[in-house]
């Protein structure tokens, strides 16, 4: 290895040992699909602020992981996430200046940012309750997987406040259309499964024993892909929002000609020369 390669292997290491305090982590048997499992089933696995900046730490690191391709994020109880605790968040938040109250949703908008910007594709296995700052953590993944129970409200006008919490106002729009992302982000009310799946917002419903199995097989599909056309693919979907139509095509044209120099291009040419399915590795 020379030096400048040896220098940059120092950037990254795996995180299949990570141990977090708020939530759970596993990963898989081939350590690629990383799976996150909020874990407060009593009280359908509510945020606090330290479980929300363990998250945004978790996935600003994972920009540097050398082992982890996918990840999925679920709940555990049959539920995927109630939204901000109310005792733990919602009644502090009342007794905050403005300074402090900006640094909490600064923070929260972080964790937005930091699974947007993260370079492993994110699956939300959602079941049941999904709520608040829930509906907004399976918003911002790139795919969505519910089922017949799931019930996905962005509630934050129920409690008050505007539905423009931690970029729903520019995502949600995107995933369901305006009229409908109007609807929810104004009413509060929940959108059930059948409008979830009929509008975009879930890619496929299955029975809940086998939701997060179904999620977890999608995922290792995705990790035995080309995963660094992968990043690619999710970085320019990211990128895209901002640009016009002719900058994204520069831009895409650019991103192609980069993937174009992987060995998994390659592999992928000399499998199909050679009537054989190719075995990406990811470089």
């Known amino acids: 290895m020379d030096n400048a390669v040896h220098t940059m292997a120092h950037h990254t290491r795996p995180m299949?040992?990570?141990?977090?305090?708020?939530?759970?982590?596993?990963?898989?048997?081939?350590?690629?699909?990383?799976?996150?499992?909020?874990?407060?089933?009593?009280?359908?696995?509510?945020?606090?602020?330290?479980?929300?900046?363990?998250?945004?730490?978790?996935?600003?690191?994972?920009?540097?992981?050398?082992?982890?391709?996918?990840?999925?994020?679920?709940g555990s109880g049959g539920n995927f996430c109630s939204g901000g605790d109310v005792h733990e968040i919602i009644g502090p938040l009342t007794k905050m200046t403005m300074p402090q109250l900006l640094d909490f949703t600064r923070m929260t908008g972080d964790l937005v940012k930091a699974m947007r910007?993260?370079?492993?594709?994110?699956?939300?296995?959602?079941?049941?309750?999904?709520?608040?700052?829930?509906?907004?953590?399976?918003?911002?993944?790139?795919?969505?997987?519910?089922?017949?129970?799931?019930?996905?409200?962005?509630l934050f006008t129920r409690v008050g406040l505007a539905g423009s919490d931690m970029g729903a106002c520019a995502m949600l729009p995107r995933v369901i259309g305006q009229g409908r992302a109007a609807e929810l982000l104004y009413t509060g009310r929940a959108m059930d499964a059948q409008e979830g799946l009929n509008w975009g917002f879930f890619n496929a419903l299955h029975p809940s024993e086998s939701l997060l199995e179904q999620a977890q097989t999608l995922a290792a599909r995705l990790a035995s892909g080309p995963t660094f056309a992968h990043s690619v693919t999710k970085k320019m979907m990211h990128q895209e929002w901002a640009m016009g139509v002719d900058e994204a095509i520069e831009s895409e044209a650019q991103a192609q000609a980069i993937c174009m120099q992987t060995q998994d291009f390659r592999r992928a040419y000399e499998a199909f020369v050679a009537k054989q399915n190719p075995v990406f590795e990811g470089d």
């Open 117 to 154: 910007n993260c370079p492993q594709p994110i699956i939300a296995a959602v079941d049941g309750v999904c709520a608040g700052a829930g509906a907004i953590l399976a918003l911002a993944s790139d795919m969505r997987v519910g089922t017949e129970q799931t019930r996905t409200a962005f």
């Open 16 to 74: 299949a040992g990570y141990e977090p305090k708020h939530f759970l982590w596993s990963v898989s048997d081939d350590g690629k699909v990383a799976t996150i499992t909020l874990n407060r089933p009593d009280r359908k696995n509510p945020l606090t602020f330290d479980s929300y900046a363990e998250l945004r730490d978790l996935f600003r690191s994972l920009n540097y992981a050398s082992d982890i391709k996918v990840v999925v994020i679920t």
